[in-house]
């Protein structure tokens, strides 16, 4: 009865298991209260793009540019779907990205009729400031971030207004 019980995440045990995730619900759902335009529409629409969005890498690995530049391809989830990302910035390592939540600077540009989408700025998000993100929580929320024994109380920014929730 005095056993302590260790807590096994779900999705960091998935991925460690199959190398990839196979259920994304819990995070799409996330992202779908951090994303404020759908970025499969600005893409399919080849719109310009100079702002942040928030995903979730699914798998990370090295490439190489026809010219030899090195850059790491993330596969990446958000509500609105699959896509694969590229980043041209030696400080992250592609191991340190996986099974992250990140906030994304995006730009893209069309050369020569090939439309370039590509992260200008990246941000790795742990629950604690994923959460911090967030304007608007329901308790499944609360709840799926029960995993963090460091986090007591969590505020939530809205405008002009900021609500603190303590979680003890």
Do not use: C, H, P, W
Not at 86 to 110: E, G, P, W, Y
């Amino acid at each position: 009865m005095n056993k302590k019980i260790i807590k096994i995440d779900q999705i960091d045990a998935e991925f460690e298991s199959y190398g990839f995730l196979y259920s994304q619900k819990k995070q799409t759902s996330l992202l779908s209260k951090l994303n404020l335009n759908s970025f499969k529409e600005k893409i399919d629409n080849k719109s310009e793009i100079f702002e942040d969005f928030y995903f979730y890498v699914i798998k990370s690995q090295y490439k190489t540019t026809k010219n030899g530049k090195r850059y790491i391809l993330l596969n990446v989830i958000n509500e609105s779907g699959y896509f694969d990302l590229r980043l041209f910035d030696d400080k992250f390592d592609m191991k340190s990205l996986q099974a992250n939540f990140i906030k994304t600077k995006i730009k893209s540009s069309i050369k020569n009729d090939f439309y370039n989408v590509n992260i200008e700025k990246i941000e790795i998000l742990k629950d604690d400031g994923l959460i911090n993100q967030i304007s608007y929580l329901s308790f499944q929320d609360l709840f799926d971030f029960d995993k963090n024994d460091s986090l007591n109380e969590v505020k939530i920014n809205k405008i002009d207004k900021i609500l603190t929730i303590s979680l003890n």
